[in-house]
T-cell receptor, first 111, second 114 residues
Framework: GQNIDQPTEMTATEGAIVQINCTYQ??????LFWYQQHAGEAPTFLSY????GLEEKGRFSSFLSRSKGYSYLLLKELQMKDSASYLC????????????FGAGTILRVKS | NAGVTQTPKFQVLKTGQSMTLQCAQD?????MSWYRQDPGMGLRLIHY???????DQGEVPNGYNVSRSTTEDFPLRLLSAAPSQTSVYFC?????????????FGSGTRLTVV
């Protein structure tokens, strides 16, 4: 089986840095994904980690520790448009390596 | 390219009615999946397909059927709608190289069962 945990909500200030954590338990690890979802819209791909360490993509970075079953998404220089839900997901062998998602973290950016 | 196209965008059904949610992709992706999204529960996998003629059940398959007669299309059928099926439904597709771009999602169908 699999279990993915994320904080439900977070609030941060425009221009600041925020870290969104994700812990997971899965049989047969095959990478971890982060998606961004604005209210009323479809999720969009942000990042993929399969090896330990930090992957940087502009203002967004994602970190993975396979031994700890832990990942985080780091958002720098927050902008109001970053207000969205952030979803952590792992492929799961139980369902043909299809993605199983956490419940998502709602990030509110305030001015 | 249109990507993943879902129709309809909104639908209201009465309890017991049946309907089909359409999903089509034009990226020649092998994998397609259906998810439902409910408040506080994230996206849950309903059914998935790894290629034409092959389908399998996900986490929450009861009350839904799928078929994959072509690579492009993956319709989701509600056999007898129930209020518990009120949700937002997303179709997603991906290539075998999942790691590069992950899933591409359709824009979603918001279904209300009364």
């Amino acid at each position: 089986g699999q279990n993915i945990d994320q904080p439900t909500e977070m609030t941060a200030t425009e221009g600041a840095i925020v870290q969104i954590n994700c812990t997971y338990q899965t049989s047969g690890f095959n990478g971890l994904f982060w998606y961004q979802q604005h209210a009323g819209e479809a999720p969009t791909f942000l990042s993929y980690n399969v090896l330990d360490g930090l992957e940087e993509k502009g203002r967004f970075s994602s970190f993975l520790s396979r031994s700890k079953g832990y990942s985080y998404l780091l958002l720098k220089e927050l902008q109001m448009k970053d207000s969205a839900s952030y979803l952590c997901a792992v492929p799961t062998m139980e369902y043909g390596n299809k993605l199983v998602f956490g419940a998502g973290t709602i990030l509110r950016v305030k001015s | 390219n249109a990507g993943v196209t879902q129709t309809p965008k909104f639908q209201v059904l009465k309890t017991g009615q049946s309907m089909t949610l359409q999903c089509a992709q034009d990226m020649n992706h092998e994998y397609m999946s259906w998810y439902r999204q409910d408040p506080g529960m994230g996206l849950r996998l309903i059914h998935y397909s790894v290629g034409a003629g092959i389908t399998d059940q996900g986490e929450v398959p009861n009350g839904y059927n799928v078929s994959r007669s072509t690579t492009e299309d993956f319709p989701l059928r509600l056999l007898s709608a129930a209020p518990s099926q009120t949700s937002v439904y997303f179709c997603a597709s991906s290539s075998i190289d999942l790691d590069t771009y992950g899933y591409t999602f359709g824009s979603g169908t918001r279904l209300t069962v009364v």
